[in-house]
């Protein structure tokens, strides 16, 4: 569920598309996947809705990533090609969403993606998350980015809910290819482990501070010295 900043209410569904609330007359409009209309919406499953700066929609899909335009109703779809390193990474959209400086992130099923604009062109740049040496299902299980958090006090900086752990990504706005990552992980000889590896959910609460929800307990991790305690249903 997402609220614009026209006071207009959207709802994402699973097999049922968009819909937006209209509120004077007090029923919902569909926008639903046409194979017909290559300007409706790319698939019926959608993740994620924001609005970005200049008033579209942004909407993940389990078939790519779309832009809405309220005006003209139509969509536009971004989608993973395999012969296109600068296409997404992956169709599967989990998350969408802007960083304070405008900047538009995606969370996919393999990897964290940013969308750049500029000089009328689009492309994507992909930030691949696993640690250096590791294949196959490991390394697709430290790409799988089911949520992505701005911080709102640290700048440049994002924290993701991945299925191997917190992940905290440090970006530069002059070398766009370049950022640190720093994993908050389950199993973690280094540090405190989280309850579960598949972190489903967080909230930045301060500045060295997270709450973590996975799928077995929820966390209170702090970021700084890697300590946290562990909460479970009786």
Not at 73 to 95: C, E, G, N, T
Not at 165 to 173: F, L, R, W
Not at 189 to 207: Q, T
């Given at each position: 569920?997402?609220?614009?900043?026209?006071?207009?209410?959207?709802?994402?569904?699973?097999?049922?598309?968009?819909?937006?609330?209209?509120?004077?007359?007090?029923?919902?409009?569909?926008?639903a996947?046409?194979?017909?209309?290559?300007?409706?919406?790319?698939?019926?499953?959608?993740?994620?809705?924001?609005?970005?700066?200049?008033?579209?929609l942004?909407?993940?899909?389990?078939?790519?990533?779309?832009?809405?335009?309220?005006?003209?109703?139509?969509?536009?779809?971004?989608?993973?090609?395999?012969?296109?390193?600068?296409?997404l990474?992956?169709?599967?959209v989990?998350?969408?969403?802007q960083?304070?400086?405008?900047?538009?992130?995606?969370?996919?099923?393999?990897?964290?993606?940013?969308?750049?604009?500029?000089?009328?062109?689009?492309?994507?740049?992909?930030?691949?998350?696993?640690?250096?040496?590791?294949?196959?299902?490991?390394?697709?299980?430290?790409?799988?980015?089911?949520?992505?958090?701005?911080?709102?006090?640290?700048?440049?900086?994002?924290?993701?809910?991945?299925?191997?752990?917190?992940?905290?990504?440090?970006?530069?706005?002059?070398?766009?290819?370049?950022?640190?990552?720093?994993?908050?992980?389950?199993?973690?000889?280094?540090?405190?482990?989280?309850?579960?590896?598949?972190?489903?959910?967080?909230?930045?609460?301060?500045?060295?501070?997270?709450?973590?929800?996975?799928?077995?307990?929820?966390?209170?991790?702090?970021?700084?010295?890697?300590?946290?305690?562990?909460?479970?249903?009786?």
């Amino acid at each position: 569920i997402y609220g614009d900043s026209r006071g207009n209410l959207w709802v994402g569904t699973r097999h049922g598309g968009l819909f937006k609330y209209l509120r004077e007359l007090d029923q919902f409009e569909q926008y639903a996947a046409d194979p017909g209309n290559m300007n409706s919406l790319s698939n019926n499953n959608v993740w994620s809705i924001i609005e970005d700066q200049d008033g579209f929609l942004w909407i993940g899909t389990e078939k790519g990533l779309n832009r809405f335009d309220p005006e003209t109703k139509q969509f536009i779809h971004y989608r993973h090609d395999a012969h296109d390193r600068r296409s997404l990474s992956h169709d599967f959209v989990y998350d969408v969403v802007q960083a304070p400086d405008g900047t538009i992130w995606l969370g996919t099923e393999e990897g964290l993606n940013q969308l750049v604009r500029k000089g009328g062109e689009e492309y994507f740049v992909r930030y691949e998350l696993a640690p250096d040496g590791l294949s196959g299902a490991e390394y697709l299980a430290h790409n799988f980015v089911y949520e992505v958090i701005p911080s709102s006090y640290h700048s440049n900086t994002l924290w993701l809910a991945t299925s191997m752990g917190v992940k905290k990504v440090s970006y530069g706005t002059d070398e766009i290819r370049q950022v640190e990552c720093r994993s908050f992980m389950h199993d973690d000889p280094a540090g405190y482990n989280l309850s579960h590896p598949f972190v489903s959910d967080l909230i930045e609460e301060s500045d060295s501070t997270l709450w973590v929800a996975t799928y077995d307990g929820l966390n209170h991790l702090n970021t700084r010295s890697g300590k946290g305690d562990a909460y479970f249903a009786k």
